[in-house]
């Protein structure tokens, strides 16, 4: 950061969704308090970046989000997330890997219905 630095505010908010994140791993795992972390992270660069724009850079918008850029790098790196979005799928207990566009068809399932009791030759 720069000469300029964050609010109380923004500094506490910081600080408060970190410490939710640390008892969050305690509960659900590491992939699940990182995603909730991130999520309300990002919800406090979007407002910050809203204000900027209102107020202009003369005010500590600017800090503030260098702040709550700074911890979003830290919760991806905890997190394990090296680009851009989400957590991988692969960090996500219990869902499945292959996602049903990619599975092969299965021609005899798009054969259309079938009525109980006819034979296959009319």
Same mark, same amino acid.
């Given at each position: 950061?720069?000469?300029?630095?964050?609010?109380d505010?923004?500094?506490?908010?910081?600080?408060? /969704?970190?410490?939710?994140?640390?008892? !969050?791993?305690?509960?659900?795992?590491?992939?699940?308090?990182?995603?909730?972390?991130?999520? !309300?992270?990002?919800?406090?660069l979007?407002?910050e970046? #809203?204000?900027?724009?209102?107020h202009? @850079? @003369?005010? $500590?918008?600017?800090?503030? /989000?260098?702040?709550?850029?700074?911890?979003?790098? !830290?919760?991806? #790196?905890?997190? &394990?997330?090296?680009? %851009?979005?989400? /957590?991988?799928k @692969?960090? +996500? =207990?219990?869902? $499945?890997?292959?996602?049903? %566009?990619?599975? =092969?068809?299965? =021609? @005899? $399932?798009?054969? &259309?219905?079938?009525?109980?009791? +006819? &034979?296959? &030759?009319?």
């Open positions: 950061m720069g000469a300029e630095m964050a609010t505010e923004v500094t506490d908010i910081i600080a408060n /969704i970190e410490m939710q994140r640390q008892e !969050k791993v305690k509960e659900a795992g590491l992939a699940t308090a990182c995603s909730e972390a991130l999520r !309300k992270l990002h919800e406090i979007d407002r970046k #809203k204000e900027l724009q209102l202009g @850079s @003369s005010t $500590r918008h600017p800090a503030n /989000i260098e702040a709550v850029m700074i911890e979003i790098k !830290k919760v991806k #790196k905890l997190a &394990g997330i090296t680009g %851009q979005g989400s /957590i991988p @692969s960090a +996500r =207990p219990g869902q $499945r890997q292959v996602s049903w %566009q990619n599975e =092969p068809r299965n =021609p @005899s $399932r798009n054969r &259309g219905r079938r009525t109980m009791g +006819r &034979g296959s &030759g009319r």
